[in-house]
């Protein structure tokens, strides 16, 4: 069989202590995680259903770097987030089940172009132009569970420009890791590739060209990212 042109190569992002590189298929992403940050989007923060936009997957930036100021937008924010990445899919995931489906952990970025997001939502629009774009999802390396763990707490921050603006717990997620994978296993057929940003904490707010932005969560390698000027 031919194509008509080049397919596009996978996203690969590279693994802590391995020469493999684990292949992005899809990228969920869950909204307001955290309750002080559905707070700063004026939104209750008490626990009901989760619910998800998704990004390509070739919005994922492995290592972050540099990305661009994207186009269309005057208030482009970050939001930190932990990442993970599913090895082994599934439906119907039980909860006890759900991390024997992780294949490990990253520190990502969900950036968001705040303004279109929010023009959208009044509208009862989708997020999707507020979301997925290109660069939008800088991820670090991931740390294989295998030898490094399930991390169920534990301090992640967001600085720019070495001043701290994100700072929160991965114990104060309202939804547990293995609580998003079975919830989300309920509506997708999960597979091996998929990545899933798990909420960010409080103190989102916008960056421009010029910003380095440092993401931390304890135990991992900073991700380290420069916003350039728009393309």
Not at 15 to 29: A, D, L, N, T
Not at 53 to 81: C, M, R
Not at 107 to 119: E, K
């Amino acid at each position: 069989m031919t194509t008509l042109f080049e397919p596009q190569a996978p996203t690969l992002v590279p693994i802590v202590g391995h020469k493999e590189m684990f292949p992005v298929r899809r990228v969920y992403c869950v909204g307001r995680n955290y309750a002080a940050h559905a707070r700063e989007m004026g939104k209750d923060p008490d626990k009901e259903p989760p619910f998800f936009f998704l990004k390509p997957a070739d919005s994922v930036v492995p290592g972050g770097g540099d990305i661009h100021y994207p186009p269309g937008t005057k208030n482009y924010q970050h939001e930190i987030e932990l990442v993970v990445a599913i090895a082994k899919g599934g439906r119907r995931i039980p909860v006890a089940d759900a991390l024997s489906h992780v294949f490990g952990y990253g520190v990502g970025l969900d950036m968001t172009r705040r303004d279109v997001q929010f023009a959208a939502r009044d509208l009862g629009r989708p997020w999707d132009f507020g979301k997925s774009f290109d660069e939008a999802a800088p991820l670090g390396p991931l740390y294989p569970a295998a030898s490094h763990g399930h991390p169920s707490k534990g301090a992640i921050s967001l600085l720019v420009n070495g001043e701290t603006k994100q700072h929160g717990d991965l114990a104060d997620l309202i939804w547990s890791v293995p609580e998003t994978i079975s919830f989300l296993s309920d509506y997708y057929m999960l597979q091996p590739g998929d990545l899933i940003y798990t909420g960010t904490p409080a103190g989102v707010g916008p960056v421009v060209a010029g910003d380095r932005l440092t993401g931390r969560i304890e135990g991992f390698a900073d991700l380290d990212v420069t916003i350039v000027p728009a393309l």
